[in-house]
Nanobody
Framework: VQLQACGGGLVQDGDSLRLSCQAS????????MGWFRQATGKERDFVAA????????YNTMIVKGRFTVSRDNAMNTVYLQMDSLKPEDTAVYYC???????????WGRGTQVTVSS
């Protein structure tokens, strides 16, 4: 069972990135999927989540309408489209899979996003 996140990189203030997280070894369509981020020296923050049926939840304090989470169950992949990136978005971004109870039980390794000013 594995979650592999990718798509991070070094971008400039105002740019966009799309993160992807592909799952293997689990019934992907049965899990809610979430994105979290952790900046150096800070706690991990919830960013966004999408349920098995496509319902979405966002940390509005972080996202402010700039990020969109989506999923493709046929591809076992969840995405995080990030627009209007800011230097404060710099962090390692993780994807995670949650059970029906909302407990995140499986975590990917993370992908680094760095936004320069």
């Amino acid at each position: 069972v594995q979650l592999q996140a990718c798509g991070g990189g070094l971008v400039q203030d105002g740019d966009s990135l799309r993160l992807s997280c592909q799952a293997s070894g689990l019934t992907f369509s049965s899990y809610a999927m979430g994105w979290f981020r952790q900046a150096t020296g800070k706690e991990r923050d919830f960013v966004a989540a999408i349920g098995w049926n496509g319902g979405t939840t966002y940390n509005t304090m972080i996202v402010k309408g700039r990020f969109t989470v989506s999923r493709d169950n046929a591809m076992n992949t969840v995405y995080l489209q990030m627009d209007s990136l800011k230097p404060e978005d710099t962090a390692v971004y993780y994807c995670a899979a949650a059970t029906d109870g909302g407990n995140y039980v499986l975590w990917g390794r993370g992908t680094q996003v760095t936004v320069s000013s």
